[in-house]
């Protein structure tokens, strides 16, 4: 009971330090960081420690679901190649480096605990990225390949994880058979999350208004994803994030707009408060990891913690580029879009090598190191390794993370002129779909004078949105019943521009997500004044 009530305080403090952090424009992630050495260092307080298992659990498939709701399949599908190499070539190359450097330098690493050093901080994090690179006006090919690659390296990790972890309690690895248990646990865990995703979709547009329930539902649903693909003996973790994305793609039709509504607010808080929680159980167990590690002297702890992060930034630094100048991955080395864009520029290539970012992801994997094995013995150099994958994060999320923006300004990479220009564009379309639509499917249903009404609403956007110095006065629509009805009408017929737009994949996945919480908010507003008017 005492620890709980210090976790609250703990959790009131970190309240109070996200909101100062967001006033000083500081990254979640960065304050997250610097909050849990604090904690550490308070005195008398105690030491927290949950269940690996429990850990493992509890922390990542929700923080892997949610990356994987927030991706564009469409953009993620776009970029798979520089994805890949990123998320799965350069994960395996990081892991191998950093267990090889940790063998020969760090005393008392055998090669399977190397290996579980080497999974442990080898993917770079999607919440730490996107919180690190928000409106710092990136490319967005430079955003989808971050956030693609953090989406997926993870997996790639914690199969590596996995293996190594097995390694050290069986004593035993045979390569062989390690390959094929791979390919089943990847193609296992991927049909699984990819069946369950479709499942759920039709449960979903069965409980369409039922929002309680929907919502619910997706809180549970990386669970059931995790838990039934490792029953199965496959990657949970590929499970999830096969869930996540199916879940994404077709969430326009499964979710009504109140459940979108519910979704975001209460997804947003869960993934604050389970990173918030991670980081305080990282600092309430620094003490005892601290006077664990004791042995090895502050100026040794100091330098092993340099190397594992020189070696994850080195490799990181030396990949990126070689591979973004392959012609082998890119062809012709252009790789050259529609828009006139390359991933080749070399500015673009540095913010990529630059941005590896680790987070919760390692942080939790770490955590969840078994403190003993079935045969009772303890996890040799659990406290080494927790501590050293402390540095790597708070080296790449504090260090790389703030000098991200000072690299940007050096470099001189110019923000979209024109950021906006996307939006505007489907936002004409839509407006002139819709007057279209009031001219050819309403007038049976309304008068004349409703009729103008609505069109002049759409046609007074449309010129706003061609002349941005002009503000016209929108007439108002008469709010009766028969409006009220057909203006829900309208709105139900832009979702399925969205629906449309989105399988399609015209536009952007942000702006398409933005105006479908336009909508949204429109309806609750409609609906509230439909239900006092009945």
């Known amino acids: 009971m005492e620890n709980f009530e210090i976790v609250i305080i703990l959790f009131v403090v970190l309240l109070a330090l996200m909101a100062v952090a967001d006033k000083a424009r500081l990254s979640n992630a960065v304050m997250l960081v610097i909050a849990g050495i604090v904690i550490g260092f308070i005195p008398a307080l105690p030491s927290l420690v949950l269940d690996p298992e429990i850990v493992f659990l509890l922390f ?21 190649v520089p994805i890949s190499t990123l998320a799965i070539i350069l994960v395996f190359f990081t892991t191998i480096a950093v267990a090889i ?12 605990l190397a290996f579980v050093l080497g999974a442990i901080v080898s993917p770079p994090d999607a919440v730490a990225a996107t919180s690190i690179t928000k409106g710092l006006g990136l490319n967005k090919r430079v955003v989808t390949i971050l956030e693609g690659e953090s989406l997926v390296n993870d997996a790639s990790a914690l199969i590596s994880y996995r293996f ?17 248990d791979f ?7 991927i049909i699984i999350g990819v069946a369950i995703g479709f499942l759920l979709i039709y449960i979903h547009k069965l409980i369409l208004n039922n929002s309680l329930i929907s919502t619910s539902l997706t809180l549970l649903t990386p669970f059931i994803s995790y838990l039934v693909a490792e029953h199965l003996h496959t990657s949970g973790v590929l499970a999830v994030v096969s869930t996540g994305l199916i879940i994404s793609w077709r969430a326009p039709e499964a979710y009504s707009y109140q459940t979108r509504i519910r979704n975001r607010a209460v997804w947003d808080t869960m993934i604050f408060l389970l990173n918030g929680f991670i ?15 004791k042995k090895y002297g502050i100026v040794n702890l100091l330098m092993y913690g340099l190397l594992v992060s020189g ?25 050259k879009k529609a828009d006139g864009s390359q991933l080749t ?47 790597v994060i708070f080296i790449t999320l504090v260090v790389q993370g703030l000098s ?124 509230s004044r439909f239900r006092k008017m009945k």
């Not at 190594?164 to 094929?180: D, N, P, Q």
Request: net charge neutral; hydrophobic share 50%.
């Open 345 to 391: 520029a070399w500015k673009s290539v540095l913010i990529i090598a630059w941005t590896g970012t680790r987070g919760i992801v390692s942080l939790a994997t770490a955590l969840a190191l078994p403190l003993t094995f079935s045969n009772g013995h303890a996890f040799a150099q659990r406290s080494l390794i927790l501590f050293l994958a402390f540095v």
């Open 311 to 335: 070696v994850t930034i080195i490799i990181r630094l030396l990949w990126v580029f070689g591979a973004a100048y392959s012609p082998l991955i890119n062809g012709s080395g252009k790789n």
């Open 183 to 189: 390919l089943l646990l990847v193609t296992g865990g």
């Open 279 to 293: 980081f305080i159980l990282i600092g309430l167990q620094l003490p005892a990891i601290l006077a664990d590690v």
């Open 404 to 527: 991200l923006p000072l690299l940007i300004k050096m470099l001189r990479i110019k923000a979209n002129p024109d950021p906006f220009k996307e939006e505007r564009e489907m936002r004409l379309l839509m407006a002139g779909q819709v007057i279209g639509f009031i001219e050819t499917q309403l007038p049976e249903k309304a008068d004349g004078s409703l009729i103008k009404r609505l069109k002049q609403r759409y046609t007074i956007i449309i010129e706003e949105l061609e002349d941005l110095s002009r503000r016209l006065p929108e007439k108002p629509v008469v709010t009766d019943i028969t409006s009220l009805s057909i203006q829900q009408e309208i709105i139900e017929w832009q979702r399925k521009l969205l629906i449309a737009f989105h399988k399609e994949g015209r536009f952007n996945e942000y702006t398409i997500r933005m105006l479908e919480q336009e909508l949204d908010h429109e309806e609750v507003r409609l609906t």
């Open 101 to 112: 450097a940790s063998y020969f330098l760090i005393p008392g690493f055998t090669w399977p």
């Open 60 to 80: 990542l498939p929700p923080v892997l679901y949610d990356a994987a709701s927030h991706t564009s399949w469409h953009d993620f599908k776009s970029e798979i």
């Open 164 to 180: 190594a972890i097995i390694a050290i309690g069986t004593g035993s690895f045979v390569l062989w058979k390690a390959g094929i």
